[in-house]
Nanobody, 127 residues
Framework: QVQPVESGGGLVQAGDSLRISCEVS????????MGWFRQIPGKEREFVAS????????IYADAVKGRFTISRDRAKMTVYLQMTSLKTEDTAVYYC????????????????????WGQGTQVTVSS
């Protein structure tokens, strides 16, 4: 069992960049597909991006494609979400999720596919 821990959220202006991180302390980090989701009050949690255990495959929601980049560092057991050209509509609590799988090329995109969730980090984009 792992506990993802997010960090790096904050308040930025529209057009700025921000990188958030998620640490997963596990000796089998490569067996976890990782995802980022976000949620605003009153709405369902939505998929943002995911990356396979090998780091070779990534997939993004249409709303962030071309602006956000997901990556992972095996040595640091950390997943990153680099966000650029931020918009006010990107304001949300961002959650990191981990899915244990021996299929190290998969990129899960739905909530129910993930096994472990972090507590979330707030990202606020002001106009």
């Amino acid at each position: 069992q792992v506990q993802p821990v997010e960090s790096g959220g904050g308040l930025v202006q529209a057009g700025d960049s921000l990188r958030i991180s998620c640490e997963v302390s596990s000796p089998v980090f490569s067996n976890y597909a990782m995802g980022w989701f976000r949620q605003i009050p009153g709405k369902e949690r939505e998929f943002v991006a995911s990356i396979s255990g090998t780091g070779e495959n990534m997939i993004y929601a249409d709303a962030v494609k071309g602006r956000f980049t997901i990556s992972r560092d095996r040595a640091k057991m950390t997943v990153y979400l680099q966000m650029t050209s931020l918009k006010t509509e990107d304001t949300a609590v961002y959650y990191c999720a981990a899915k244990y799988t021996l299929r190290t090329i998969v990129t899960p995109t739905t909530l129910h596919e993930y096994d472990y969730w972090g507590q979330g980090t707030q990202v606020t984009v002001s106009s």
